[in-house]
């Protein structure tokens, strides 16, 4: 073999390790995933809607209307009194329904006169996800056609002495949203994903830095520890194994904490030029935002996530051999952290099927990223829920990795357990 | 007085039997020499009193504590000093002391960290970050940690590997010093001219077993060598 080729032998050999393309094959798995996630969209917005109508006009735009409404959508309630609004919206929410459209009675009328016919929309919404807001978008599509018809009507029937500008915008609406218990006068569900859209592209995003960066100081910290070879010298001292574990993890956290302030301010400037104007006053003008005690909450749930984060990185650390293998050992956390993200800024909790609910819920990271959400909405067993159950694995794991440092395996580096061996048998 | 009692010391990793049931004592300020081959069982037995690793079976008592049942008390009393030890790169030769010596009784950490420099006389350079350290100087900062809070035992593992010959004849200075105010030493050494310069008694250990063990000019005798290196390679023959 030449020199070249010896030196690229070589050099292949150390690099085609499975290390190296691991990360990569998830990361396309998780794509691939994501993709087929993005491809039902379409899929989505080919399906009909689901809507109720309650349609007190007699007049021929209100006809207009509902031959839409009849054609384009699956009309899953029809009234033509207004006394069955409220039987409508039960209707709509026990079969997963998007909006109740209520025509009123001098919708054409006002139509004929110049003025605009007004629709009342109850919005059904689902969930604040992107993916979420599909659906309203679709009916928002079926207003849009109803627009459309009735103009071509006015023209028809104006002989070419039409107003142009209530032609091409013959209709208004007034909207109400029902969204997790709450009911929001005035707002579509596009306007509270908007006003959402900080928290499900901010917090996630705060979170997975957070949680990286202090994971991959633990590891890295345990991992030169060994490199260095200090780590027999402190295990020898006069300090309880569980110090050595606590003061790691408390020292992570605190330089992941500050790193990720640092890292906020430049990020939350360059999200701000994204973010829907006027969101702030929006969030506030609809009773959108955390209250004190709702911050305290969501404070608590970051620093029992991070403590279970850093735990499990330090479990992770205790297997790391040196400096580079640590690198490979931040992977698991970093996919941990991904999955969550991902769900959380696309669909709501509540909108995943069971499995994915689980799946979410189950990876402690998770709770952070939706523990906002869930309080703006007061639901709290939520919130508490996912508090306990993230405390209890942050207690797990610590106990794990003190239960790791007093054994063999944090000085001689082996990762096989005695169950293990007997199963390779 | 025995400050340290081995019986039947059995350790297992694995499959593999790194240590077969060996048993020996120190006296109190005695200077106790573990000789043996690479693989032999040295570093395991010294990991093992020093706490790092649990025995399979046997007993150990270091100064009546129970090694097993009482880790902790144990870890007050001893001073363990890895053959490729290192220290914190980050840190200067002094704040990795005085980083130690506060593991320790908080009155004393002063005269600790006093007591370290000096033994490690590094002169200014004891100010200086330990990543800039050459490796002999790195040694006698470790050597000056070990010793520095006088401690009822000190486990030196090849606690003169890879220096050169000023350096290493010092640390051998250094260690028969602390060894005269008081503290017991057990040391392990490919170096057989040193143990036989420095250790009161010596184990020769082979294959996890002891095979011999006494006093350097007693084994001389008894196998009729000029020096230790002699004795071992008769007793493994044998």
Redesign the interface.
């Known amino acids: 073999m030449s020199a070249l080729g010896n030196i690229i032998f070589k050099e292949l050999k150390e690099l085609m390790t499975p290390a190296t393309f691991l990360p990569i094959i998830i990361m396309a798995i998780v794509f691939g995933s994501m993709g087929n996630t993005i491809g039902g969209i379409e899929d989505e917005l080919q399906e009909p809607p689901t809507i109720a109508l309650i349609n007190i006009d007699n007049g021929e735009f209100s006809k207009i209307a509902v031959d839409v409404f009849n054609n384009t959508a699956n009309v899953t309630f029809y009234s033509q009194n207004t006394a069955d609004k409220q039987q409508a919206i039960n209707v709509l929410k026990e079969k997963e329904g998007q909006a109740l459209l209520i025509i009123n009675q001098n919708f054409s009328e006002n139509i004929e006169k110049g003025e605009t016919g007004v629709f009342e929309i109850y919005w059904i919404m689902q969930g604040a996800g992107i993916l979420d807001s599909i659906s309203s978008s679709v009916v928002e599509g079926l207003i849009n056609t109803v627009n459309t018809n009735i103009t071509m009507q006015l023209i028809q029937n104006g002989n070419g002495s039409v107003n142009t500008t209530n032609a091409l915008n013959p209709t208004g609406r007034n909207e109400t949203t029902y969204f997790k218990d709450k009911e929001l006068t005035g707002i579509s569900p596009s306007q509270i994903a908007n006003v959402l859209s900080q928290q499900s592209t901010f917090i996630p995003i705060i979170m997975m830095i957070i949680i990286i960066m202090a994971g991959q100081i633990v590891i890295s910290s345990m991992a030169l520890e060994k490199e260095n070879k200090t780590l027999e010298t402190l295990l020898t001292l006069p300090v309880k194994r569980s110090s050595i574990v606590a003061g790691k993890i408390i020292a992570a956290a605190i330089v992941g904490l500050i790193l990720a302030v640092i890292y906020m301010m430049g990020m939350g400037v360059y999200l701000s030029s994204f973010q829907f104007q006027g969101a702030a006053g929006g969030a506030a003008a609809f009773d959108l935002t955390l209250s004190g005690t709702d911050m305290i909450l969501v404070g608590v749930v970051v620093f029992v996530s991070l403590v279970a984060a850093l735990a499990f990185c330090m479990l992770l650390g205790t297997m790391a051999k040196n400096f580079k293998s640590a690198q490979t050992l931040t992977f698991p956390v970093a996919i941990l952290v991904l999955i969550p993200m991902f769900i959380t800024m696309f669909k709501d909790f509540d909108t995943l099927p069971l499995a994915l609910k689980a799946v979410l819920f189950g990876i402690p990271f998770s709770h952070p990223m939706m523990a906002p959400r869930a309080l703006l909405f007061d639901d709290y067993l939520m919130v508490f829920s996912g508090i306990i159950y993230v405390a209890i694995f942050a207690l797990i794991m610590i106990a794990i990795v003190v239960w790791v440092f007093k054994t063999d395996k944090i000085v001689t580096g082996s990762t096989s357990f005695k169950w293990m061996n007997r199963f390779k048998k | 007085m025995v400050a340290v009692q081995v019986k039947d010391l059995v350790k297992y990793?694995?499959e593999v039997k790194a240590v077969k049931g060996i048993k020996f004592n120190i006296e109190k300020g005695e200077i106790f020499g573990l000789i043996g081959p690479n693989g032999a069982g040295k570093t395991t037995t010294l990991?093992i009193l020093?706490?790092?690793?649990?025995l399979t079976s046997g007993n150990v008592k270091i100064l009546g504590f129970d090694l097993e049942k009482k880790p902790?008390e144990v870890?007050?009393i001893?001073?363990?000093?890895?053959e490729?030890?290192?220290?914190?790169?980050n840190l200067t030769g002094k704040a990795y002391l005085e980083f130690?010596a506060n593991?320790?009784d908080p009155s004393e950490i002063k005269k600790f960290v006093t007591r370290g420099i000096e033994i490690a006389d590094l002169g200014e350079r004891i100010n200086s970050k330990v990543e800039t350290y050459s490796k002999g100087m790195k040694r006698r900062l470790l050597v000056g940690?070990a010793l520095m809070t006088s401690p009822k035992l000190a486990i030196l593992d090849e606690p003169t590997s890879g220096l050169d010959v000023v350096n290493a004849h010092e640390i051998r200075n250094i260690v028969k010093k602390t060894a005269e105010e008081g503290t017991t030493v057990l040391l392990s050494s490919h170096n057989m001219l040193e143990v036989e310069y420095m250790c009161d008694r010596i184990a020769l250990i082979n294959k996890g077993l002891i095979v011999e063990e006494g006093k350097p000019k007693d084994l001389m005798k008894k196998y009729k060598a000029s020096n230790i290196e002699e004795v071992f390679t008769k007793v493994v023959k044998q």
């Open positions: 990793y694995g990991r020093s706490t790092l690793l649990t902790e870890r007050k001893i001073s363990y000093l890895p490729d030890a290192g220290a914190y790169k130690i593991f320790f940690r």
